[in-house]
């Protein structure tokens, strides 16, 4: 099932400032970023983050449900109902980035003075209930729930049983000394289904701004990719954890993915361009 945007996402959604003309509406514009603490993160064996433990990306993929942003009047202006921020090593099996599956998404908006960024991290319950029961063979790559982006998990044939909210894989140097290959793997898929906790839920980013026709507001959300597993509040051994897919039976498991959706909410920040 195509999940239709709110607002349509204008076709340069791959350029950060696309220049407005007077007449034209308002656009805000968000670039997603990662960072190793204060360094740029780019997914890649060949790119190791020094963090407590040496490592690199290869994947982090993780849906924005229901992004909207704030007026300071108190009413809501809609954005997208569901789209995919994206950051793979290259890979050939990951579809090409598009207007649902990027790191840098454009939107067209009224005019007016606005205070926050509204948005949960996944796949939204109400979007979700729709899924769980009805058949589906559709192959859309501007449907986020496209299999070809590897979040849904099909347990039958053209089923959309179980939504992955968030999908990494990692790989790290796990030893004391920090002297060896980079090379244990982890996947962590971090999901919402019937047996497991409901991991959504929304959060506001503040972005105090005010626009008229012809102007375009640019702003920068980035992961500090370091802080979701070496943060001091609430870190997480990857020396004893394996990696999870949150199955129903995997207690620890859960609270692993319990863990990494905080710690990933916890490490968004927002900057105006």
Same mark, same amino acid.
């Given at each position: 099932?195509?999940?239709?945007?709110?607002?349509?996402?204008?076709?340069?959604?791959?350029?950060?400032?696309?220049?407005?003309?007077?007449?034209?509406?308002?656009?805000?514009?968000?670039?997603?970023?990662?960072?190793?603490?204060?360094?740029?993160?780019?997914?890649?064996?060949?790119?190791?983050?020094?963090?407590?433990?040496?490592?690199?990306?290869?994947?982090?993929?993780?849906?924005?449900?229901?992004?909207?942003?704030?007026?300071?009047?108190?009413?809501?202006?809609?954005?997208?109902?569901?789209?995919?921020?994206?950051?793979?090593?290259?890979?050939?099996?990951?579809?090409?980035?598009?207007?649902?599956?990027?790191?840098?998404?454009?939107?067209?908006?009224?005019?007016?003075?606005?205070?926050?960024?509204?948005? $949960?991290? $996944?796949?939204?319950?109400?979007?979700?209930?729709?899924?769980?029961?009805?058949?589906?063979?559709?192959? /859309?790559?501007?449907?986020?729930?496209?299999?070809?982006?590897?979040?849904?998990?099909?347990?039958?044939?053209?089923?959309?049983?179980?939504?992955?909210?968030?999908?990494?894989?990692?790989?790290?140097?796990?030893?004391?000394?920090?002297?060896?290959?980079?090379?244990?793997?982890?996947?962590?898929?971090?999901?919402?289904?019937?047996?497991?906790?409901?991991?959504?839920?929304?959060?506001?980013?503040?972005?105090?701004?005010?626009?008229?026709?012809?102007?375009?507001?640019?702003?920068?959300?980035?992961?500090?990719?370091?802080?979701?597993?070496?943060?001091?509040?609430?870190?997480?051994?990857?020396?004893?954890?394996? $990696?999870?897919?949150?199955?129903?039976?995997?207690?620890?498991?859960?609270?692993?993915?319990?863990? /990494?959706?905080?710690?990933?909410?916890?490490?968004?920040?927002?900057?105006?361009?």
């Amino acid at each position: 099932m195509l999940v239709f945007m709110l607002l349509i996402m204008s076709e340069d959604s791959c350029k950060k400032d696309a220049k407005a003309t007077p007449s034209s509406p308002p656009q805000y514009s968000i670039d997603f970023t990662l960072s190793a603490g204060t360094v740029p993160l780019v997914p890649g064996p060949s790119n190791v983050a020094a963090a407590p433990l040496r490592y690199f990306l290869t994947t982090l993929q993780y849906y924005m449900g229901y992004t909207r942003l704030e007026k300071a009047d108190g009413t809501e202006v809609p954005l997208s109902n569901l789209f995919l921020v994206e950051y793979n090593a290259g890979s050939s099996v990951a579809p090409a980035p598009n207007a649902i599956f990027n790191t840098q998404f454009n939107f067209s908006i009224p005019a007016g003075s606005y205070t926050g960024i509204k948005f $949960g991290i $996944g796949v939204p319950p109400q979007i979700l209930d729709t899924l769980k029961h009805w058949h589906y063979a559709y192959n /859309i790559l501007l449907d986020p729930l496209d299999v070809e982006y590897g979040m849904p998990w099909t347990m039958y044939p053209n089923v959309y049983n179980i939504i992955r909210d968030i999908a990494i894989d990692m790989t790290a140097d796990t030893s004391k000394a920090q002297n060896q290959t980079v090379n244990r793997e982890y996947s962590f898929h971090l999901l919402n289904d019937q047996d497991t906790v409901n991991l959504y839920y929304e959060m506001v980013l503040p972005d105090v701004f005010t626009v008229v026709n012809g102007d375009n507001h640019n702003v920068t959300i980035n992961l500090d990719y370091n802080n979701v597993f070496f943060n001091s509040s609430n870190p997480i051994n990857l020396r004893t954890s394996v $990696g999870t897919d949150m199955d129903s039976n995997d207690s620890t498991g859960i609270v692993l993915g319990e863990k /990494i959706n905080r710690n990933i909410h916890n490490s968004l920040t927002l900057k105006q361009n």
